[in-house]
């Protein structure tokens, strides 16, 4: 069946420290992939995505993410955190089911900035 | 573009009670949406998906009776909660797209508090 993990529930860095998210995904074929971020009490803010094409994707605020196929992982990657990156992320991968393409959520990861 | 708008943001209803909530693309025309439910510090579930003018295709273990969704119109569909009870307690989400399109845009939310 298809899956996403989110190997870590909670993480801890220090301000100006560096930050690694961890995806990976379980599909039979090469899904769609997006990051997304989400603050206490509010929607989910679009970070990156992956559709096809070079594996390395910038996005927003600073953040990418690589995409491995050998490792069906998609990892989600700043070279200096913000205290303001505090938030839950969460990682998705778009599929193809039943005529419709879907999203699988993984079940997110709460970032927590020391300053 | 590509924004997406929930209607309300909050509400508050008595148990037994039934309650709408409106999910409107402004500025394309959604021909695909979906409506998920998130529980407090947990993942996002997919409830239901919806194409423009057909009945709801609801997710395994979602209540068809209890969750109505409407996909009437190319901008507007439809959640709602019938008999709510607090368990129903939930922060909605909804998202769409367009035909051709695989990623989805999504709400901000809509926070349901059943008393």
């Given at each position: 069946a298809q899956s996403v993990t989110q190997p870590d529930i909670h993480i801890t860095v220090s301000e100006g420290a560096s930050l690694e998210l961890r995806c990976n995904y379980s599909y039979g074929a090469t899904p769609y992939l997006f990051w997304y971020v989400q603050s206490p009490g509010q929607g989910l803010q679009l970070l990156l995505k992956y559709f096809s094409g070079d594996t390395l994707v910038q996005g927003i605020k600073g953040f990418e993410a690589e995409f491995k196929r050998s490792q069906s992982s998609f990892n989600l990657r700043k070279p200096s955190v913000h205290w303001s990156d505090a938030a839950e992320y969460f990682c998705a991968v778009g599929i193809l089911t039943s005529g419709t393409y879907k999203y699988i959520f993984g079940t997110g990861t709460r970032l927590k900035v020391l300053a | 573009?590509?924004?997406?708008?929930?209607?309300?943001?909050?509400?508050?209803?008595?148990?037994?009670?039934?309650?709408?909530?409106?999910?409107?693309?402004?500025?394309?025309?959604?021909?695909?949406?979906?409506?998920?439910?998130?529980?407090?510090?947990?993942?996002?579930?997919?409830?239901?998906?919806?194409?423009?003018?057909?009945?709801?295709?609801?997710?395994?273990?979602?209540?068809?009776?209890?969750?109505?969704?409407?996909?009437?119109?190319?901008?507007?569909?439809?959640?709602?909660?019938?008999?709510?009870?607090?368990?129903?307690?939930?922060?909605?989400?909804?998202?769409?797209?367009?035909?051709?399109?695989?990623?989805?845009?999504?709400?901000?939310?809509?926070?349901l508090t059943v008393t």
């Open positions: - | 573009g590509a924004v997406v708008s929930q209607h309300p943001s909050w509400v508050i209803c008595k148990s037994g009670t039934s309650v709408k909530i409106e999910c409107r693309s402004l500025d394309f025309q959604a021909t695909t949406m979906f409506w998920y439910r998130q529980f407090p510090k947990q993942s996002l579930m997919l409830m239901a998906t919806s194409n423009e003018g057909s009945k709801a295709t609801y997710e395994q273990g979602v209540e068809k009776d209890k969750f109505l969704i409407n996909h009437a119109s190319l901008t507007l569909s439809t959640l709602t909660v019938t008999s709510a009870h607090p368990e129903d307690s939930s922060f909605y989400i909804c998202s769409a797209r367009t035909q051709g399109i695989r990623e989805q845009y999504f709400g901000p939310g809509t926070r």
